[in-house]
Each structure stands twice: as structure tokens, then as C-alpha cells.
């Protein structure tokens, strides 16, 4: 598989409301429909949704076993579960016909989850359905190889989220190479944290559990010699990763000093001020 994503993939009205027109089988080709436009098509992907359900439901009354199963549609859920751990249960409801899926006990409706949900949901499902689609014949269609561009990975994404967008990724598609763009020094800095974990994972205590090993264990541990970083200008390419230390370089801790001096500068402002009250005052 080969896709991209561009900035213009926001779910907005994609979520189909009438059922005319779909279509009532898909190829394997199907996955490779649209893969280079970085527009939105989710409503594809939530057709297929759609329809791989119902036969799934056909699926339980052949075999009379109501915990019967498509494989495909499983690996769709187990992406969706995995970069989304607070959402379960995500199906379709009819009448009227609806994408939704659980949040702590309650039911919700695509447009009712934040930007930043949205789009990464959008993003889930699309390049899930395109992995399971393209290789029913794998036990573990999410583990197929791929290419996978995605531009502006952290948009609309909270801070926290930006910190562990990648590792998420990585997690959900281990053998896919992603290719990504983004304006957010978090999400480059955050790239050390998957780096320092694959430099430490044979130290990690094997025994009394905490919660920061717990976090630490998360983190998808990322090979320095499968990972390339750069900074990209009007005219130039610059590399971030220190091979030495198998680590990106501080070049972007400028962005952050830029910050902290502002705030220093405003800081002695006041400092002056008071000391100046205090002066008078003696």
C-alpha cells in the first residue's frame, strides 16, 4: 500500500446518511482507489464499513454463532481501540444511519467528538480499511507493509496528543514506513522519547511495576537506523539526527529559548518595576 493525507483530510460532511447507491461488494483494488489524492474520501471507507458489517451479520446466522467475526472488519476496530483507547464499539446505527462509537458508556455521534478526533479517526479508518481491503489473505492485515504520507500529522491535535501521535501510529502499523510533515517542535521532540526507548528497552526494570515504567512501556520503540529527521527551509535540508547519540540534535530548542526569552524579558519588567516601588517607598 502507498497513501497519503494531506491537511484537507477533516472527516467535515463525509459520514454517509442514506444508504442509495452504495455498492454491494469491493475488490481488493478498491483499497488503492484515490491513495495519492490528499483530499478527503472517508465516505469510502465507512461504505465499506457499512457493508462489511451486514455481511458480518450474515456471517453470525450461517454459522449460527453469535460471536463469529470478519477478520478485516476486526482489524478496523482493533486500529480504532488502539489509537483511541477512551472509544469502543465503534458501528453503525440505523434509522437514521450513523457512524457512531462509545465513550465512557455513552453514544456518540462522529460531529460530536472534537477536531482533532475527527481527523484522526478519519485517518484510522481509511488507512485500515485500505490495509485489511488490500490484504484479506494476512492474519494481521495491519501489520502489511506499506508507504504512508501524512502531512501536518499534529493538526488539530492537543499538545499531550502531538507528544505520542507517532508512537500511536507505529503501534497501530509496525511495518509501515510513515512519512511525515509537521510545524510542531513537540512532535519532533517527542521523536526522542521512541529513540531513548529503544536505547534503554533492554534496562527496564522486570519487575515492581509503576506507572512510569507503565508510560514507559507504551512508548513504541524506535530504531535510530530506521529514522531519519530533518529541517526543511526555503533553502536548505538540515539533519537532526545525531548518529552518536542516536537522538535528534537540539536545533529546535531555539523555538523553545525564543519563548523563555520573551517571558525573561517580561519577567524583569516586573522585577524592575518592583524594585523601583520598593525604592521609593524606602
Not at 471507507?45 to 467475526?69: G, H, M, V
Not at 464499539?89 to 440505523?94: E, G, Q, S
Amino acid at each position: 500500500m502507498i497513501v497519503q493525507y494531506g491537511v484537507n483530510r477533516a472527516w467535515l460532511d463525509y459520514s454517509p446518511v442514506r444508504r442509495r447507491g452504495f455498492p454491494k461488494d469491493h475488490s481488493r483494488f478498491e483499497s488503492l482507489a484515490d491513495a495519492l489524492k490528499s483530499t478527503s474520501r472517508f465516505r469510502s471507507a465507512l461504505i465499506w464499513f457499512y457493508n462489511k458489517e451486514n455481511e458480518e451479520s450474515r456471517f453470525k446466522q450461517e454459522r449460527r454463532d453469535f460471536d463469529a467475526t470478519l477478520p478485516e472488519l476486526n482489524a478496523v476496530r482493533r486500529c480504532i481501540t488502539t489509537l483511541f483507547p477512551n472509544l469502543s464499539n465503534p458501528r453503525f446505527t440505523l434509522n437514521p444511519l450513523r457512524f457512531v462509537v462509545s465513550q465512557d458508556g455513552e453514544e456518540l455521534e462522529i460531529d460530536q467528538l472534537s477536531d482533532g478526533y475527527k481527523t484522526m479517526l478519519g485517518l484510522a479508518i481509511d488507512l485500515s480499511w485500505r490495509m485489511a481491503g488490500a490484504n484479506p489473505h494476512l492474519e494481521d492485515p495491519l501489520a502489511a507493509e506499506a508507504i504512508v504520507m501524512i502531512d501536518e500529522v499534529d493538526l488539530h491535535l492537543h499538545p499531550a496528543w502531538q507528544q505520542r501521535v507517532v508512537s500511536d501510529l507505529l503501534r497501530c502499523f509496525p511495518n509501515t514506513q510513515f512519512i511525515l510533515t509537521t510545524h510542531s517542535s513537540v512532535v519532533v521532540e517527542g521523536i526522542n522519547n521512541l529513540l531513548k526507548r529503544f536505547a534503554v528497552d533492554k534496562l527496564l526494570p522486570k519487575s515492581g511495576e509503576s506507572e512510569d515504567w507503565t508510560h514507559i512501556r507504551n512508548l513504541y520503540p524506535l530504531d535510530p537506523n530506521d529514522t531519519a529527521v530533518y529541517q526543511i527551509t526555503r533553502d536548505s535540508q538540515i539533519d537532526l539526527m545525531d548518529r552518536e547519540e542516536g537522538l535528534t540534535a537540539d536545533t529546535l530548542i531555539d523555538n523553545f529559548n525564543d519563548v523563555s526569552h520573551l517571558y525573561d524579558l517580561m519577567r524583569d519588567l516586573e522585577w524592575e518595576a518592583l524594585k523601583a516601588s520598593q525604592g521609593e517607598a524606602g
